[in-house]
T-cell receptor
Framework: QKEVEQNSGPLSVPEGAIASLNCTYSDRGSQSFFWYRQYSGKSPELIMSIYSNGDKEDGRFTAQLNKASQYVSLLIRDSQPSDSATYLCAVNMGTNAGKSTFGDGTTLTVKP | EPEVTQTPSHQVTQMGQEVILRCVPISNHLYFYWYRQILGQKVEFLVSFYNNEISEKSEIFDDQFSVERPDGSNFTLKIRSTKLEDSAMYFC?????????FGQGTRLTVV
């Protein structure tokens, strides 16, 4: 079983729709969860972090965490063509020094 | 806005040669990392560095790899004898609290 697993994708949504990206993780001790956006040939760009169960909203982005189900998701409302990218889920054991373990990523295409 | 800076952006080297990839982390950050991403694959952890020593390393980070913080600002990754399979994007990241910020990466091509 992969440590961090994401929807295989690719995911295609029309402009203005809600895009839903999902991630599960295997280590119950994980404490920190991140979503990065990566454009082709570029570095990961942090868009959301979440540490406790529930929802966290930032603009058009909402991260949801359910530690009991070992599940974290990212919702993108009012999707724009500029949101087209690969979204990476990353999980840390601790809050400070620990490494991030990344999923394979889900490629999102937002069609105008 | 503070950012992590990496140089060079692209390095081409012959197999067996040594390369040094350079990073300037965000100035007040305490934790430093190197990750790599082979084309089309996921981001993989190589090594973490805190308080002037390696705090964790992956199986990928074997004896041909080393890291150093030669002064108060730079953080380097050295690959002693490059192999074809070392061709990848190498990302430096730093953090002070929970969130890691990545540099723009160095694309290493071994020929």
């Amino acid at each position: 079983q992969k440590e961090v697993e994401q929807n295989s994708g690719p995911l295609s949504v029309p402009e203005g729709a809600i895009a839903s990206l999902n991630c599960t993780y295997s280590d119950r001790g994980s404490q920190s969860f991140f979503w990065y956006r990566q454009y082709s040939g570029k570095s990961p760009e942090l868009i959301m972090s979440i540490y406790s169960n529930g929802d966290k909203e930032d603009g058009r982005f909402t991260a949801q965490l359910n530690k009991a189900s070992q599940y974290v998701s990212l919702l993108i409302r009012d999707s724009q063509p500029s949101d087209s990218a690969t979204y990476l889920c990353a999980v840390n054991m601790g809050t400070n020094a620990g490494k991030s373990t990344f999923g394979d990523g889900t490629t999102l295409t937002v069609k105008p | 806005e503070p950012e992590v800076t990496q140089t060079p952006s692209h390095q081409v080297t012959q197999m067996g040669q040594e390369v040094i990839l350079r990073c300037v982390p965000i100035s007040n950050h305490l934790y430093f990392y190197w990750y790599r991403q082979i084309l089309g694959q996921k981001v993989e952890f190589l090594v973490s560095f805190y308080n002037n020593e390696i705090s964790e390393k992956s199986e990928i980070f074997d004896d041909q790899f080393s890291v150093e913080r030669p002064d108060g600002s730079n953080f380097t990754l050295k690959i002693r004898s490059t192999k074809l399979e070392d061709s990848a994007m190498y990302f430096c990241a730093s953090k002070e609290g929970g969130e890691a910020f990545f540099g723009q990466g160095t694309r290493l091509t071994v020929v």
